[in-house]
């Protein structure tokens, strides 16, 4: 099974967490993931996955526009599982407003959305994860339990 995360990353620290992101979804048996920056789509793959995480650096207060023009001019996304992320610069800097923004143009797009929330216990992943720049150590490993808890689902709802 496929699962593709697809993120814009201003700096470099949204691409590093996304390669997190993707360890954690490689501990699933059976699951093939592929990391992609919007210049850089694997259209083939994108349309052959299951589960699609998006990622974005939170700039003021909600997602880059560039994930959205990306998202305004795609449609291949629909019927999959979606999840979503975010980095930002500071603790409350609104990551959770652009990872609600991002979950809300996922449902338009006719996605399935998870994010573990408290169903699978601690760490509780709300919306989805957030790293304050490239996450301190236990904002890393959040992010890698979110990538298999994805995965996880993905699994159980396609397999």
Not at 14 to 31: P, S, Y
Not at 54 to 78: E, H, M, V, Y
Not at 84 to 96: D, I, L, N, S
Not at 128 to 147: M, T, Y
């Amino acid at each position: 099974m496929k699962i593709a995360i697809v993120y814009y990353s201003q700096t470099g620290n949204t691409k590093k967490v996304a390669d997190l992101i993707a360890e954690g979804a490689k501990k699933t048996q059976n699951v093939d993931v592929k990391c992609m920056s919007i210049e850089e789509i694997d259209t083939e793959f994108l349309v052959e996955a299951k589960a699609v995480i998006f990622g974005s650096p939170t700039i003021a207060g909600t997602f880059a526009w560039q994930l959205k023009q990306w998202l305004d001019t795609n449609r291949n996304i629909g019927g999959k599982l979606g999840a979503v992320f975010a980095t930002a610069k500071f603790v409350g800097g609104g990551a959770e407003v652009a990872e609600l923004s991002l979950i809300a143009e996922l449902l338009v797009k006719g996605m399935m959305v998870y994010s573990s929330g408290a169903a699978e216990g601690q760490p509780f992943i709300h919306y989805g994860a957030v790293c304050i720049q490239d996450g301190d150590e236990g904002q890393k490993e959040r992010a890698r339990i979110f990538g298999e808890r994805i995965a996880n689902k993905a699994v159980e709802l396609f397999k």
